[in-house]
């Protein structure tokens, strides 16, 4: 056992290995006491009804042994490592006390109600006994809950969500029903009280052996996946049970439609999974668009693929929950397809501007966050709908565009961007040292670190470029990462008028001002 404790738990193979481990080795220890009671009462088992007798009472203890070995399985208060329930270690301790108490009850007087009857004694007075256990059962579960509720309150763990208030006040309602001969609603309330706490319980079972504990308190989305879809999965079975009753009983409620309610709420589980598991992908990718070379272009397309899923898998199930129930969905998507003709005749506007969205995006033409141009309209791109995309002008203007009227389309930011720096010298002034001049403005930006960072190569000084009466135009290419144009082409002026005023070498006019 202490092996098996100090065994190591940081994968999920490793806590499921554990946790069988736990409960073969302690289960084992019950077998091996009822196989050597057995034996023992094989051997001097004492005659007639005393050995009944003898034979009821080592069944008694084998009950409330494995009682405890389960509720010791699954609230571990000796060790939080081993814990499946998210519970602290003094309302674990009192989980484990309040079964043994309750085993311990319902063992000692269904034992003396069997007692009874093997002794000889009245029928009424058996079954007295046993109404009397069932009442001091339904009075004990409450007490239970309640002080586990209680230890949950002192700690700093949130307050117990209400269904666990139910899985005390469950049991007394069920044999009130069960007193007044409502047999079927009896069980109705035991298994629709029962299942939102038991499903609870074995989500949290499950994420525990999948992920390990939960020492945040906030979960990730892969563990409300496994935790929901533990919980869907044992929802299920409750309505099964609900459905079909009891082994061996016909309290069950018999509906004509259990298969197909059983194939609906499937079709349903199935769909509710594979949104969580696309959304949860989709949302991985949102979170790391930072370190992603594409980061834009994924903040562009991720959203709408989010929505495209949503939108297939609800149509999907809805059709599929259809055609369980016997609905003929081969006219209903004839009838769809007709309509959706007809919508297409009176709104080709819109099914022009979706298409075109579909393609320019295809295309890759621009994404959140780049600047673009399209007729009079630029702006910086904010975000899109379906038919439709928001640009930022600079003077801080929302512009709403349709997807279809968007025709050219100028993107200011993809990849580099190219800038024309003129100067303009008069006549009069020695070419060379105003070469000189540009040269070194030109070197003192390559050697600023923060400007060095912003320019994709080295800026060319491209000569004279043009010549009017008065001055002569000289140039210099460079090319940046879109958006620092500005900072740049401000940094290069302010070196070419420092050198210029160092080296006496004066400025001219523009051209068209000449």
């Not at 109600?113 to 007295?128: E, F, H, I, N, W």
Request: contains cysteine; positive net charge; charged residues 15%.
């Amino acid at each position: 056992m202490q092996r098996i404790v100090d065994s190591p738990l940081a994968t999920a193979r490793q806590r499921f290995g554990a946790q069988a481990q736990r409960l073969l080795f302690a289960q084992g220890l019950v077998f091996s006491f009822a196989t050597g009671a057995c034996l023992t009462y094989l051997i001097a088992a004492p005659p007639g009804v005393a050995g009944v007798m003898a034979l009821d009472a080592l069944l008694a203890i084998v009950a409330v042994r494995s009682a405890r070995v389960f509720s010791r399985f699954l609230f571990a208060p000796g060790g939080s490592r081993l814990r499946l329930v998210g519970l602290p270690t003094i309302a674990a301790w009192r989980a484990q006390h309040g079964v043994t108490v309750l085993a311990l009850a319902a063992a000692a007087g269904f034992l003396l109600s069997t007692l009874l009857r093997l002794g000889g004694a009245d029928q009424k007075v058996a079954d007295a006994v046993t109404s009397v256990t069932m009442l001091v059962l339904v009075i004990l579960a409450p007490i239970v809950v309640g002080a586990v509720v209680l230890s949950l309150r002192s700690t700093d763990q949130r307050s117990p969500r209400p269904a666990a208030v139910a899985l005390g006040l469950v049991p007394g309602a069920s044999w009130l029903l069960a007193q007044a001969d409502l047999s079927t609603a009896a069980w109705a309330v035991l298994v629709l009280g029962l299942a939102p706490v038991l499903s609870l319980a074995l989500g949290d079972i499950a994420r525990t052996i999948v992920f390990g504990p939960n020492r945040t308190g906030a979960l990730t989305r892969e563990e409300r996946i496994v935790s929901r879809a533990t919980r869907n999965v044992a929802l299920i079975a409750a309505l099964l049970l609900l459905v079909e009753g009891p082994l061996g009983t016909d309290d069950g409620i018999g509906l004509p439609l259990t298969t197909e309610i059983v194939s609906a709420l499937l079709i349903l589980l199935g769909t509710d999974l594979a949104w969580q598991v696309a959304r949860t992908l989709i949302d991985r990718g949102l979170a790391r668009i930072g370190s992603e070379p594409r980061a834009d272009r994924l903040a562009t397309v991720l959203p709408a693929l989010r929505t495209v899923v949503l939108v297939t898998l609800v149509v999907t199930a809805g059709l599929s929950v259809a055609s369980t129930f016997g609905l003929r969905i081969g006219p209903l998507l004839a009838g769809a397809g007709v309509v959706g003709l007809t919508i297409g005749f009176g709104a080709q506007a819109l099914v022009r501007d979706i298409i075109a969205g579909f393609f320019l995006l295809l295309d890759d033409a621009f994404r959140v966050g780049e600047i673009i141009e399209s007729g009079s309209l630029q702006g910086q791109v904010e975000a899109f709908s379906l038919r439709s995309v928001r640009l930022r002008d600079d003077n801080g203007h929302l512009h709403t565009v349709a997807f279809g009227e968007l025709k050219a389309v100028t993107n200011f930011s993809r990849d580099w961007a190219g800038l024309e720096v003129p100067i303009y010298v008069p006549h009069g002034v020695s070419y060379d040292a105003a070469v000189a001049v540009i040269e070194a403005a030109i070197a003192a930006v390559e050697a600023d670190e923060m400007l060095s960072t912003l320019l994709i190569g080295t800026p060319r000084f491209l000569g004279a470029t043009a010549l009017s009466e008065v001055s002569i135009r000289l140039a210099v290419l460079v090319r940046t990462i879109p958006g620092s144009q500005a900072k740049v082409r401000s940094a290069l002026l302010h070196h070419v008028l420092s050198g210029a005023a160092e080296a006496n070498v004066p400025l001219g006019k523009s051209l068209s001002s000449g």
